[in-house]
Nanobody, 113 residues
């Protein structure tokens, strides 16, 4: 049974930081490009960041570049999203995905004062 389980979301003030984690099981994690998406209320799902299999190539949405960092630990079957300088417009449910084939249930991030 494939599972992607996100954690680390929560309520944070503008300018704060959060680190999201996504733990995978039931797949050969090191075979998959991993991605973080988000869906804000009333908006389309947005690709936030992706990381290649060895982890040496990353790409970010313009809205995330310079503030967010995606990383992976293939030994732990986990992908991370470090989010700094958070803004209210970062409020969304964040999802991890293994190559758009497998999806987590999402974790809520709320940025508010």
């Amino acid at each position: 049974q494939v599972q992607l389980v996100e954690s680390g979301g929560g309520l944070v003030r503008p300018g704060g930081s959060l680190r999201l984690s996504c733990a995978a099981s039931g797949i050969t994690f090191s075979n998959y490009v991993m991605k973080w998406y988000r869906r804000a209320p009333g908006k389309e799902r947005e690709l936030v960041a992706l990381i290649t299999i060895p982890g040496d190539i990353t790409n970010y949405a313009d809205s995330a570049r310079g503030r967010f960092t995606i990383s992976r630990d293939n030994a732990k079957n986990t992908v991370y999203l470090q989010m700094n300088s958070l803004k209210p417009e970062d409020t969304a449910v964040y999802y991890c995905s293994a190559a758009n084939t497998w999806w987590g249930q999402g974790t809520q991030v709320t940025v508010s004062s």
